[in-house]
C-alpha cells in the first residue's frame, strides 16, 4: 500500500461509486460538502499531476462567484485538515500540495480503487488467480464509477473508461473460468452482461461457449442466433469472425471446445429453461429469478455451493443499483439456503449481506411488507453467526415472532434457522436449540419443506451428542440421511459422517488409533464439499480432542489449525516441553467465539490452564463451562468432543483446591 498517512494511517480513496475516502482502519473520513469532494476528485482524474486553481473553478461552477479562488483554497484547507489530522502546525502537507500555479494529490498506486482496478483488470497471471483477483476487484464497485460527477465534462471521460474497464473484467473473469473448467459458475455473470450490454460480441461468445460446455448445445446456438439479430438490428453489423468461428465449431461439435459436466452444471441445466424465460421480462425479473438457482445451486455442494457463495452479493448489489428497496429485500431474502454451521464461509461477504440487509430494511415503506422483514430479520440473525453483540438475537426473534403471525411455516422455517444461529449466548444450551429442531422437523414434514426438515434433524443430531442421548443422536443421523438421499443433498452426508467418527470416541470402546482413523476418514469426505468455514482447521482439531479425551500431550506435527490456532498453540508448547512460552500464549487466547464449539474451546483452555497453573484462566474457564455441566464437551457440534464437560470442572476444582 502507498506510504499516505492519517495520523500514521494510510488513506485510500474510492470513486468506484460516489467519491470517499477511508482511514486505515476502513472508517469513512467526512469530506464535508459536494465541492469539497468534487475538488477531491478533479485531483484524483489528474493521476498526481498539477491542476491550476483557475481550471478547478471553471469545473466547479459554470458562473464562478467572485470569490472562487479564495473558495477553492478553503476546500483545499479543509480537506488538508481532514486528509491529514495530525500533521504538525506549519508543517507541509505530503498528500495534498501545493504546486506551482495549482494543486496536486501525491497518492501512491495502491492508494485509489480505481487505479488498482485497472492493474488487476490489465494483469496477466494464471487463470484461477485471475478469477479470485477480478471478482474480489469488482467487488469494490459501488456504484457508477465518479458517481455524483459522472455528467461533469472534467469526470465524463474518466467515468467512461472506467465503465468499459468493468465490462472487461467482467469478461475476463468470466474467461478464466471457462479455462478452469467453471462453465456453468461464468452463465449468470454472461447471461446478465449481454441482456444489459447486447453489443459486447466477446461476452456474446463467452456465454455461448459456457452453455455449450455445460451440455447445451441447442441453448448455446440459440444465444449466437440471438446475438447476430440484435447486432443486426441495433447496429447494423453482422457478428465477427470469432462468433462465426464459434458457431461453426459448436454445430460439428470441435474436439477444442471441451465440454464439461460438472456438478454445478448439472443444476444449471435442470433450471436452465426457467432462468431463459424470464430474460425477456427485463432486469427485475432476471434477478429474482438468479436468486431462485443461486439457492438451488447451493444445496448441491462443493462447486455449486461456492458459486452460489460468489454469485449472491453481485445479485444483491444489482438490485440495489435499480434502486428498488421490495426488489432488494426480496432477493435477500430469497436466499433462505439452510445453514448447520456457525462459523462463516466467508466473513467478508456475510458481512456485506447483512449491510445490505440493513439498508433494506430502512428502505422499506413503514407499512406493509411484513414477510419481506421478517425474512430480512432472519438473514440479518443468519449471516451474523458468531457475533458478539446482541443485534443477530434481536433481530432472530422478531423474525420468529412475525413468521408465527403471518402463519407462514417457510418463513417460520427460515426465522428458526436465524434462532438457531443466535442459540449460543452461552454454554449449555444444547436442550434449547433440541427444541427448534424438534419445532423444525415437526413443521417440515407438514409442511414438505424436506431442506429445513433435514436440519431440524441434524440439529436434533447435535443436541442429543451434547446432552449424551447417542441412541436419540443415532436416529436422527438416520433421519437425515434418508431425507438426504430422497432429496439428493450431498452435504448432509459430510456432517453424518463426522458425527459417526464422534460416536466412536465418545463411545470409549475403541482404541485411540481406531478413533483417528474415523477422523480421518470423515476428513477425506469432507474434501472439497464448498465449506471452507467447516474444513479449514477441523481436522487437527478433532485429532487435540481426541488426545486430550485420552489424556494424552497434543500432536507436536505441524499442521494448518485455522481459526482454531489460539487455543491449540498453549497445549502444542506444552507438549513441546515450552512451558513459560505456553503459559504466555494462554495469556494471549481470546474468549471462543459463540458458537458450535464454544465448550470445546473452552475445555482446551481449562486443560491448559491447569497445565501452567494459570488461575485467573482456571476460573474464567470454569466460570464459562459450569451451565454446561450435564453435557459433553464439543459434542454440541456433531463433529467432536473432549468428553464430559464435569470431566474439566472437576479438573479445574482440583487444581484449584476447591
Known amino acids: 500500500m502507498s506510504a499516505l498517512y492519517r495520523g500514521g494511517v494510510e488513506v485510500l480513496f474510492g470513486v468506484l461509486g460516489p467519491v470517499t475516502a477511508w482511514d486505515g482502519s476502513g472508517n469513512a473520513i467526512a469530506l464535508k460538502g459536494p465541492r469539497h469532494r468534487a475538488v477531491l476528485a478533479r485531483l484524483i482524474v489528474a493521476r498526481g499531476r498539477v491542476v491550476p486553481v483557475s481550471r478547478i473553478v471553471d469545473d466547479l461552477w459554470l458562473d464562478p462567484p467572485s470569490d472562487a479562488v479564495g473558495a477553492v483554497r478553503t476546500f483545499v484547507a479543509a480537506l488538508r485538515r481532514v486528509l491529514e489530522p495530525g500533521r504538525p502546525p506549519r508543517t507541509p502537507p505530503r498528500l495534498l500540495v501545493t504546486e506551482g500555479p495549482g494543486y496536486a494529490l501525491r497518492a501512491g498506486p495502491e492508494a485509489v480503487d480505481a487505479w488498482r482496478f485497472e492493474r488487476v483488470v490489465a494483469s496477466e497471471r494464471p487463470a ?20 455524483e460527477f459522472a455528467d461533469e465534462p472534467w469526470a465524463r471521460a474518466e467515468h467512461s473508461r472506467l465503465a468499459e474497464l468493468r465490462l472487461r473484467a467482467v469478461e475476463r473473469k468470466a474467461g478464466a473460468r471457462l479455462s478452469l473448467g467453471l462453465a456453468a459458475e461464468a452463465i449468470p455473470d454472461l447471461d446478465a452482461h449481454v441482456a444489459d450490454h447486447p453489443w ?24 449466437l442466433q440471438r446475438a447476430r439479430g440484435l447486432l443486426v438490428e441495433e447496429l447494423g453489423l453482422d457478428p465477427g469472425p470469432a462468433l462465426r468461428r464459434l458457431e461453426d465449431d459448436i454445430l460439428r461439435q470441435a474436439d477444442h ?6 456438478a454445478a452444471s448439472r443444476v444449471w441445466a435442470q433450471a436452465a429453461q426457467a432462468y431463459d424465460r424470464t430474460v425477456a421480462s427485463g432486469a427485475r425479473a432476471r434477478l429474482e429469478s438468479t436468486v431462485g438457482l443461486l439457492r438451488s445451486l447451493a444445496v448441491t455442494g462443493a462447486e455449486g455451493l461456492e458459486a452460489a457463495r460468489e454469485q449472491r452479493l453481485a445479485a444483491i448489489t444489482a438490485a440495489e443499483e435499480l434502486g428498488d428497496a421490495e426488489l432488494t429485500a426480496r432477493v435477500i431474502g430469497a436466499f433462505d439456503v439452510p445453514a448447520i454451521w456457525t462459523r462463516s464461509d466467508d466473513p467478508r461477504q456475510a458481512a456485506g449481506v ?28 443468519l449471516e451474523s453467526r458468531g457475533a458478539r453483540d446482541d443485534r443477530g438475537r434481536e433481530a432472530a426473534r422478531a423474525a420468529v415472532r412475525t ?53 431440524g434433524h441434524l440439529i436434533r443430531l447435535q443436541a442429543r451428542s451434547a446432552l449424551g442421548d447417542f441412541g436419540g443422536a443415532d436416529r436422527h443421523a438416520a433421519a437425515a440421511d434418508r431425507l438426504a438421499e430422497r432429496h439428493e443433498r450431498p452435504l448432509v452426508g459430510v456432517f453424518t459422517t463426522w458425527y459417526r467418527a464422534l460416536r466412536l470416541a ?12 474415523a477422523y480421518r476418514g470423515a ?44 487455543w491449540a498453540r498453549p497445549l502444542v508448547l506444552l507438549a513441546r516441553g515450552r512451558t513459560d512460552e505456553a503459559a504466555a500464549a494462554l495469556r494471549d487466547v481470546p474468549d471462543p467465539p459463540r458458537d458450535l464449539l464454544f465448550e470445546a474451546l473452552w475445555g482446551l483452555t481449562a486443560q491448559a490452564a491447569v497445565a501452567v497453573g494459570d488461575r485467573t484462566a482456571m476460573r474464567r474457564a470454569r466460570d464459562e463451562l459450569l451451565p454446561a455441566a450435564g453435557e459433553s464437551a464439543g459434542a454440541q457440534s456433531g463433529l467432536l468432543t473432549l468428553g464430559p464437560v464435569s470431566r474439566h470442572l472437576d479438573d479445574l476444582a482440583t487444581a484449584l483446591g476447591e
Open 200 to 223: 459486447r460480441e466477446d461476452a456474446w461468445r463467452l456465454l455461448a461457449l459456457a452453455l455449450y460446455r455445460t451440455g447445451r448445445q441447442g441453448d448455446a446456438l440459440a444465444v
Open 506 to 517: 465418545a463411545s470409549g470402546e475403541p482404541s485411540f488409533e481406531e478413533a483417528e482413523e
Open 523 to 566: 476428513a477425506a469426505h469432507m474434501k472439497g464439499c464448498g465449506m471452507p468455514g467447516l474444513e479449514v482447521g477441523l481436522l487437527p482439531l478433532a485429532l487435540l480432542c481426541l488426545r486430550v479425551l485420552h489424556r494424552l500431550p497434543a500432536q507436536t506435527e505441524p499442521a494448518d489449525w485455522g481459526p482454531y490456532l489460539p
Open 403 to 455: 413468521a408465527r403471525e403471518l402463519d407462514d411455516p417457510a418463513l417460520l422455517a427460515f426465522a428458526l434457522n436465524g434462532a438457531f444461529m443466535q442459540a449460543f449466548d452461552r454454554a449449555g444450551l444444547a436442550a434449547r436449540r433440541d427444541e427448534i429442531g424438534a419445532e423444525l422437523v415437526d413443521l417440515s414434514s407438514r409442511g414438505d419443506l424436506s431442506s429445513y426438515e433435514v436440519l
Open 354 to 381: 447483512v449491510a445490505a440487509a440493513e439498508r433494506a430494511l430502512a428502505a422499506l415503506p413503514p407499512d406493509g411488507h411484513e414477510a419481506a422483514r421478517a425474512r430480512l430479520l432472519a438473514t440479518i440473525a
Open 128 to 147: 484461477a488467480e485471475l478469477a479470485g483477483a477480478l471478482d474480489e476487484a469488482l467487488s469494490w464497485w459501488r456504484g457508477p464509477a465518479y458517481a
Open 257 to 262: 471446445l471441451e465440454p464439461s459436466r460438472d
